[in-house]
T-cell receptor, first 116, second 115 residues
């Protein structure tokens, strides 16, 4: 079975400060990892993914994430937060193999609030 | 290229009625996924379909729920005899063929309210 944990329900940061949203995962075999953002009453927007290669992945809107295999983590980061980054962030994992390769498993989500 | 389209965006049903949710994937995408987001919870996988085939329905409730993706037309998620616990946001996602490592593109969702 695959699972994702986002240990923080909420993250608060001041505008201009760096932000980190944490994610750890469990999956059989190699993982495919994703971050999505959801604004109120909207669908999910894709931010970035890790499939293979460099552990540091760069994505949309200045976000990046670091894959750490030994710690089974995929934390989302941004060097300088904007008020407009305030939203609900989801980490997701899927297995690279097996019969459930289409199934994304999501974490519970982290509400990011960036204060002016 | 239009994104994933879902309709209706909002659906109100009384207990015992049927709900039909439609999803048109992005152009060129042949894989469709349905997820459910209950209040205060994350998204839960329901079903994965390709044209005319159900690939993985491990997240579907065993009763009242069904899904299809016909050769022509949108994918349909059907809920029979709805109950209040079915109230949720239902999201559809799609992906192109041959991209097992690729991201899924999500629609805006259908918010179902059961009175």
């Amino acid at each position: 079975a695959q699972s994702v944990a986002q240990p923080e329900d909420q993250v608060n940061v001041a505008e201009g400060n760096p932000l980190t949203v944490k994610c750890t995962y469990s999956v059989s075999g190699n993982p495919y990892l994703f971050w999505y953002v959801q604004y109120p009453n909207r669908g999910l927007q894709f931010l970035l993914k890790y499939i293979t290669g460099d552990n540091l992945v760069k994505g949309s809107y200045g976000f990046e994430a670091e894959f750490n295999k030994s710690q089974t983590s995929f934390h989302l980061k941004k060097p300088s937060a904007l008020v407009s980054d305030s939203a609900l962030y989801f980490c997701a994992v899927r297995s690279a193999g097996g019969t459930s390769y289409g199934k994304l498993t999501f974490g519970q989500g982290t509400i990011l609030t960036v204060h002016p | 290229n239009a994104g994933v389209m879902q309709n209706p965006r909002h659906l109100v049903r009384r207990r015992g009625q049927e709900a039909r949710l439609r999803c048109s994937p992005m152009k060129g995408h042949s894989h469709v996924y349905w997820y459910r987001q209950l209040p205060e919870e994350g998204l839960k996988f329901m079903v994965y379909l390709q044209k005319e085939n159900i690939i993985d329905e491990s997240g579907m409730p065993k009763e009242r729920f069904s899904a299809e993706f016909p050769k022509e037309g949108p994918s349909i998620l059907r809920i029979q005899q709805v109950v209040r616990g079915d109230s949720a946001a239902y999201f559809c996602a799609s992906s192109p063929p041959g991209t097992r490592g690729g991201e899924q593109f999500f629609g805006p969702g259908t918010r179902l309210t059961v009175l």
